[in-house]
């Protein structure tokens, strides 16, 4: 009977948060977007993302080319999110990174954002081709997204902890992030995705 209930309320939450996010979104608001426009900002989006990861990965790299995790670690802790916001202030649009397994709460995925990422985790799983999207909020709001996959580097801190990530390392990230979710990846594995919010202009 408990297991009932248990089932009931799993089912009935599921329910709640889906409409919820529905919600979020305008139904017909494709409708007032033309095919041009979408194309425009998808191409934006992914111009974006690849200078983001760029200034990003180039910052990570020196740090840990200085042999310095605990530096590189500090250095993404301060400055990803930083760095996040000055590219959002210089390209009028909100960056992000989010993810299923998240490092640092900060990057936790709203309920529009877990929808799509739970999209390309089945695409993921199914062994699809995942590509770039862009998706219409409101008559203002423009949301792009595109997945984030392992590579050999990312392992460094991404990896298996004892294993691609040291001992000592390990804990060091643990003292930043004591809630942290995001290891035991393997290299082509989806780690997340960019989500990059635009306010329209007209
Ligand atoms: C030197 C360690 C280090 C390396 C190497 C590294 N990361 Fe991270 N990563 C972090 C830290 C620390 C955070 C949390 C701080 C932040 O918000 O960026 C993080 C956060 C993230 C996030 C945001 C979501 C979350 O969990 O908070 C994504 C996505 C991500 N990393 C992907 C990658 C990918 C892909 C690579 C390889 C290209 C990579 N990382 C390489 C340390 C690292």
Redesign the pocket.
Known sequence: MKNRVAIFLVFIIGALSFFQCENQKDGNIEVRFNQQEKEEYLAKGKDIAART?AV??GQ?QK??GEGD?NN??AS??IR??SLTDSLSNAYNADIR???L???????SPSCIEAEQLKTYQKQFNKGEDLQPHVEFIDDHNIAFYAP????E??L???GSPGDDIGSEEYKI?NQ??PDD??TGYREGDL???WSIRFLRSD
């Open positions: 990861l990003l990965s990570l740090a840990l995790i590189a670690i993404c802790n990803a999110l990174r989010t993810s397994n998240i490092r640092n709460p900060m990057n984030i996959v392992i590579n580097f990312c460094n801190c991404h990230i930043y992030y979710q995001a780690r997340g995705m």
